[in-house]
């Protein structure tokens, strides 16, 4: 059973980092491209990032793009998602998904605030 737990999600005020993780499980985690999708309060679902297997290949959304650097690491089945700078406009969950050409399995969430 695939399964994807993010965690580290908090309350940070703006100008401030966290750092976003996700254990994967029941899958070979080393030969799937992941990515970070984020749903704000009352908006839609926004792509964040990619990252390809082998972790050399990343995407950003213009929105994080040089502030979010995504990373993995194959031996641990953990992806990360580090951001920095936050912003108000950060506030979501971000969700952790698996790639199979298009997402096929979505983590629970862990929700992001980004308040003074």
């Known amino acids: 059973e695939v399964q994807l737990v993010e965690s580290g999600g908090d309350l940070v005020q703006p100008g401030g980092s966290l750092r976003l993780s996700c254990a994967a499980s029941?899958?070979?985690?080393?030969?799937?491209?992941m990515s970070w999708v984020r749903q704000a309060p009352g908006k839609g679902l926004e792509w964040v990032s990619i990252?390809?297997?082998?972790?050399?290949?990343?995407e950003y959304a213009d929105s994080v793009k040089g502030r979010f650097t995504i990373s993995r690491d194959n031996a641990k089945n953990t992806l990360y998602l580090q951001m920095n700078r936050l912003k108000h406009e950060d506030t979501a969950v971000y969700y952790c998904t698996k790639m199979a050409g298009m997402i096929d399995y979505w983590g629970q969430g862990t929700q992001v605030a980004v308040s003074s």
């Open positions: 029941g899958f070979t985690f080393s030969t799937y491209s």
């Open positions: 990252i390809g297997n082998g972790g050399v290949i990343t």
